[in-house]
């Protein structure tokens, strides 16, 4: 019996993207004729919608604002084998698509991320985009361990497990960062593969703020760690505490010992109230540690109660063949 035809759903979250919208659509019922192409419209007020539905997408809606509430309701709404997740601003090559699903379905990856490669004048990637995104990526590789070079990359490919068993809890554009740091934390099988990334069409502008948006994504990542490494985190929070305690309390600990006297009462006081925090703080990174470690066995649990059909299904026919850049990579 032949291999069954995987569902394809390509996800496409949009606010004011009607400049753009209609071309993401084309470029991907051209590179995925079995696809179903999905426009979630998050807010609009350009007509982005009517754009979407007058280019044969199935066109949905979702009123909080935000990618990351678009995400959220994508992946409780669509059921399908693989997600090809894009942004709207027609910025992501629809071509490599076939690539990326062929390279998830024979590396049995559940997320492909598509690594962006500027074409064109260079003007694409704004350098503090490019710079915040290098801050980022790395920081994250170094908490949580490094599987990918380009984080904060909106084209990416998914395994129908792998979308079931996200939680997606973030708004906004910080989305990126959660997807990434679920896969690692659950070591599940990552690839990546270089994918071309152009401007945007003339008129079209770019939703991000490279401070706000930076500030955002740099505090989910402080919460991410607090939530996923307490061990190490409130470990670090006692060494601090401790330290201070031991730099106030010892000079009071020698006066009592040369004059038996402990004239700064307050200082020994204080100092006795941090070595408490302190102790504290690591008896509540234990707790925490055993607390997450039942987390991540209950998200893996849930994870694998999906099975692997999607990684086992067959992928898209006439795929572009990988060049040594845009060969898949495990972590």
Not at 90 to 104: E, H, K, Q
Not at 284 to 300: C, D, P, W, Y
Request: hydrophobic fraction near 45%; charge should be neutral; glycine fraction near 10%.
């Amino acid at each position: 019996m032949p291999p069954a035809t995987p569902r394809i759903a390509v996800l496409v979250p949009c606010h004011n993207e009607a400049l753009t919208v209609a071309e993401v659509v084309r470029g991907f019922r051209a590179a995925l004729p079995g696809a179903v192409i999905y426009v979630y419209d998050n807010n609009s007020t350009d007509g982005t919608a009517e754009v979407a539905r007058a280019a044969r997408a199935e066109v949905r809606f979702e009123s909080r604002p935000g990618k990351g509430s678009v995400v959220r309701r994508m992946f409780a709404d669509i059921e399908a084998d693989w997600y090809v997740m894009v942004d709207g601003d027609a910025t992501y090559d629809a071509s490599a698509a076939p690539l990326l699903i062929a390279a998830a379905a024979e590396g049995r990856f559940d997320m492909v991320n598509a690594a962006r490669e500027e074409t064109g004048h260079g003007g694409a990637y704004r350098p503090g985009h490019r710079f915040g995104n290098r801050v980022l990526t790395g920081l994250v590789g170094r908490v949580f361990g490094t599987q990918t070079r380009d984080m904060l990359s909106g084209y990416k490919v998914f395994s129908r497990r792998f979308v079931k068993s996200f939680p997606a809890m973030s708004a906004g554009f910080e989305i990126e960062t959660e997807l990434m740091i679920h896969a690692l934390e659950l070591r599940l099988p990552v690839g990546e593969i270089a994918a071309p990334y152009g401007e945007r069409p003339e008129g079209s502008t770019s939703k991000l703020s490279t401070w706000r948006d930076g500030f955002v994504i740099l505090r989910l990542i402080g919460v991410l760690v607090q939530r996923e490494r307490p061990f190490e985190f409130f470990s670090i929070l006692a060494g601090l505490l401790a330290v201070v305690a031991l730099g106030l309390g010892l000079p009071v600990v020698f006066e009592f010992i040369e004059t038996g006297l402990v004239p700064r009462l307050p200082t020994a006081v204080l100092a006795s109230a941090l070595i408490l925090s302190a102790l504290l703080s690591f008896a509540v990174g234990l707790i925490l540690q055993a607390i997450t470690h039942s987390r991540r066995e209950m998200k893996r649990l849930a994870y694998l109660a999906l099975g692997s059909g999607a990684l086992s299904a067959a992928a898209p026919s006439a795929k572009p063949e990988p060049t040594p850049s845009s060969a898949p990579s495990r972590g």
